[in-house]
């Protein structure tokens, strides 16, 4: 929780927060702004037949996961702030734990301690999908 990190290094974490946000804010708007300016019917007309529509098509699907990850990442800082301000920012939500200034640092907007984390995604793992 807040209380097992300093005012210094829960200063230092929003700090580095606030930096990730407006690097994301930056890079959503110069997707953004890339995204008006070649249109996928601009992609689309230069392509003249099925197989570069095709790579239009998933050019623009590209651009537009690109930018619905940075969006993610975005709520995940607001989510983080949130914590902090309610004063349980470093806690585990699955098991309560302080989560360990080292683990923050590398990774501000964690929600689980290193071992509930690797619960998580040995129990949510998506099973693999065959190939050809």
Known sequence: MSAELTPEQLAE???????????????????AAARREETFSRLASEAPDIEDQSVADQLVDLELTTIDRQVEEVREIQAAWFRMKEGIYGECIDCHAPIGYERLKAFPTAQRCLTCQDIYEKTHAEPPHPSL
């Not at 930096?19 to 110069?30: H, M, S, T, Y």
Request: proline share 0%; aromatic share 10%.
């Open 13 to 31: 974490l929003r700090e580095a927060l606030q930096r990730r946000f407006d690097e994301l804010w930056a890079e959503i708007r110069e997707e």
